[in-house]
Nanobody
Framework: QVQLVESGGGLVQPGGSLRLSCAAS????????MGWFRQAPGKQRELVAR???????IYADSVKGRFTSSIDNAENTVSLQMNSLKPEDTAVYYC???????????WGQGTQVTVSS
């Protein structure tokens, strides 16, 4: 099993920056990808960024050029650096890992990000 724990959410003004981190534990060797999803009130959960271990990173069009995600293999963490934040970025952000040969999803508990003046 893989466990994921997020940290770093909070309240930030429009145009500001915030960094999220997610620590993985358990069967680390089985992780294929790590990344971030978000869910705003009344909306479906959507992909923000996905990092393939040893490979590339994909981003949602809405965050390209503003958000950066990367895996630290030594620390078994994935981060999400969010710059130029907008009110529409307000959501609960969930860390995600795809595990095993069939890429089963694992989720963190979520962390609230609120962008407001």
């Amino acid at each position: 099993q893989v466990q994921l724990v997020e940290s770093g959410g909070g309240l930030v003004q429009p145009g500001g920056s915030l960094r999220l981190s997610c620590a993985a534990s358990g069967s680390i060797f089985s992780i294929k990808t790590m990344g971030w999803f978000r869910q705003a009130p009344g909306k479906q959960r959507e992909l923000v960024a996905r990092v393939v271990r040893g490979g590339s990173t994909i981003y949602a069009d809405s965050v390209k050029g503003r958000f950066t995600s990367s895996i630290d293999n030594a620390e078994n963490t994935v981060s999400l650096q969010m710059n130029s934040l907008k009110p529409e970025d307000t959501a609960v952000y969930y860390c995600n890992a795809e595990v095993g040969y069939n890429y089963l999803p694992r989720w963190g508990q979520g962390t609230q990000v609120t962008v407001s003046s």
